[in-house]
């Protein structure tokens, strides 16, 4: 049997070369040595790959032969030794195309399980996501419960504020219905003074309005309190035509900030209703509020009809006595 020729080893290119090579390729001279070198050596490769495979058809061919003969002993001499290597291959192949069927089926294993395990990390990203967002909203949450606790308390301060303030309320409610009932009281007092007094009383606010008139003054002039009331104008209009100038100038006098502050008195002269003269004495003084504030005059005015009358009669008796002769001549 002769010897097949060794094929010659395949030169292969190491990465220092590989660098040579990528740093020649950086201009186009370098790429086309190197592309002209490397077709030189795949020609030569490809002549000695020609030679291997003359040298491999003979050597398959001897070895063709040596099978034939080693057959040939093996059917004369070792036939059941063959037979039980043959057995044994028949079973060495079932084996191996058991395994092999095994190791599809593992890869296939390993795919789905590789599916599986991708499928997971997808899964176990959305859930480090979903945790990350529930983590925001717990933190939002958390936040909004401390605004929460911080409004809850301000609402319990502002309720206790207004409890509070409640109680004031009602302790001040108790307070102005004991001073409503004692200004009730004060003021029932105060009519039943006024409105049975005798003399005709009434009130003139800052403002020159009647704050109140005693019911006295319809027995005096015979005007009642509403007609009154109805015509503001009514207090002047009555006053007799002679003493109106009179009168006028004293409520003027009494009405400017000098003189506002003073009590006046004087007597003049109205006409009734009905038409009669009567004599009125007047009294008024300025009104103040606890601060010390203008609030207009209370008027006091008194009929001396009757007094004026009789100091009257009185003068002319004592002028009969004293001087008869102006009485005769009048």
């Known amino acids: 049997m002769e010897m097949m020729t060794a094929p010659l080893p395949e030169r292969r290119l190491d990465n220092n070369e590989k660098n040579r090579i990528v740093a020649k390729l950086k201009s186009e001279s370098e790429v086309l040595k190197l592309f002209n070198e490397l077709t030189i050596q795949f020609e030569e490769q490809k002549k000695r790959a020609a030679t291997l495979i003359a040298d491999n058809k003979d050597l398959a061919l001897q070895i063709e032969k040596e099978a034939k003969q080693a057959n040939l002993l093996v059917i004369a001499s070792k036939s059941r030794r063959a037979a039980e290597l043959l057995i044994a291959n028949k079973e060495i192949a079932l084996q191996n195309k058991e395994k092999a069927k ?21 899964r176990a990203d959305e859930l480090l996501i979903a945790n990350k967002e529930l983590a925001f909203q717990n933190e939002e949450k958390a936040k909004r419960a401390d ?99 009179f009168c006028y100038d004293h409520y003027h006098r009494t009405q400017s900030m000098e003189h506002r502050h003073e009590v006046d008195e004087y007597a003049f002269r109205i006409l009734k209703k009905d038409g009669s003269v009567a004599h009125l004495e007047h009294l008024s003084r300025p009104v103040t509020d606890e601060k010390g504030n203008y609030r207009g005059r209370r008027v006091s005015n008194r009929e001396i009809t009757v007094r004026i009358k009789m100091e009257a009669e009185h003068e002319l008796a004592n002028t009969k006595l004293t001087c008869p002769e102006l009485v005769e001549g009048r």
């Not at 593992?106 to 997971?120: G, I, W, Y």
């Open 147 to 245: 605004e929460l606790l911080i409004a809850l308390k301000e609402l319990a301060f502002q309720n206790e504020e207004k409890t509070k303030r409640a109680d004031e309320l009602l302790i001040a409610n108790k307070r102005l219905g004991q001073l409503a009932e004692e200004l009730r009281e004060s003021e029932y007092r105060f009519r039943t003074v006024a409105d049975f007094a005798y003399d005709w009383e009434y009130w003139i606010g800052a403002d020159d309005r009647i704050i109140y008139i005693s019911p006295s003054c319809e027995r005096i002039t015979g005007y009642r309190c509403d007609e009154y009331n109805a015509d503001q104008l009514l207090l002047k209009k009555i006053i007799h035509p002679e003493d109106a100038r």
């Open 102 to 122: 095994r190791a599809a089926e593992l890869l296939v294993s390993m795919k789905e399980l590789a599916f599986q395990n991708e499928e997971k990390a997808k």
